[in-house]
């Protein structure tokens, strides 16, 4: 399977403890973001990279929140000091550049449950 | 800045029958326009897009949609609906720009259809 991929794909934690998200792009693209989609919303965009470079931040992405792609393959968004606030879908999708960032696929998200 | 709005959060429809999901958007600057469907449980895949050239686009399974920029709409439409069709719609907006990188979505419109 090519497709972008995300781990785990459920996360149940609870209030106060750090989570940490994993993403793997398809192989080939050097662009990655991070959405969020709480209930009954469209995704909202929280960051993006461009190989290990982070270029944008939405102001959603509190200071708790880091994202990181060390390598500009695979990139891990950590949650820290959790609140219930933060349940939701965490959508990861990848595209390349050189072409409009419109062409962008999603991975099946990792829901996060905070009790 | 831009936005989406999508004017239904739910349309039921029987099967076989036609379907309209409504879409508007706000933008100072020309955007690309977009239709994503999310299925239970899985990510999002898009079903159109709209570039430049015709208004009248056509994407996977059926699937249509017209530009119309004196009324900012870009709605979807299929002239018969499946079962299978049921799933959440989002409408997004992305701007014509080399540095533009996130997208912004619609609330959604979740279609269920009625055997």
């Known amino acids: 399977d090519t497709g972008v991929s995300q781990d785990p794909r459920h996360k149940i934690t609870k209030r106060g403890q750090n989570v940490t998200f994993r993403c793997d792009p398809i192989?080939?693209?050097?662009?990655l973001y991070w959405y969020r989609q709480t209930l009954g919303q469209g995704p909202e965009f929280l960051t993006y990279f461009q190989n290990e470079a982070q270029l944008e931040k939405s102001r959603l992405l509190s200071d708790r929140f880091s994202a990181e792609r060390p390598k500009g393959s695979f990139s891990t968004l950590e949650i820290q000091r959790t609140e219930q606030g933060d349940s939701a879908m965490y959508l990861c999708a990848s595209s390349l550049s050189g072409g409009p960032s419109y062409e962008q696929y999603f991975g099946p998200g990792t829901r996060l449950t905070v009790t | 800045a831009q936005s989406v709005t999508q004017l239904d959060s739910q349309v039921p429809v029987f099967e076989e029958a036609p379907v309209e999901l409504r879409c508007n958007y706000s933008s100072s600057v020309s955007v690309y326009l977009f239709w994503y469907v999310q299925y239970p449980n899985q990510g999002l895949q898009l079903l159109l897009k709209y570039l430049s050239g015709s208004t009248l686009v056509k994407g996977i399974n059926g699937f249509e949609a017209e530009f119309n920029k004196s009324q900012t709409s870009f709605h979807l439409r299929k002239p018969s609906v499946h079962i299978s069709d049921t799933a959440e719609y989002f409408c997004a907006v992305n701007t014509r720009s080399s540095s533009a990188s996130k997208i912004i979505f619609g609330s959604g419109t979740r279609l269920s259809i009625r055997p």
């Open positions: 192989s080939e693209h050097n662009r």
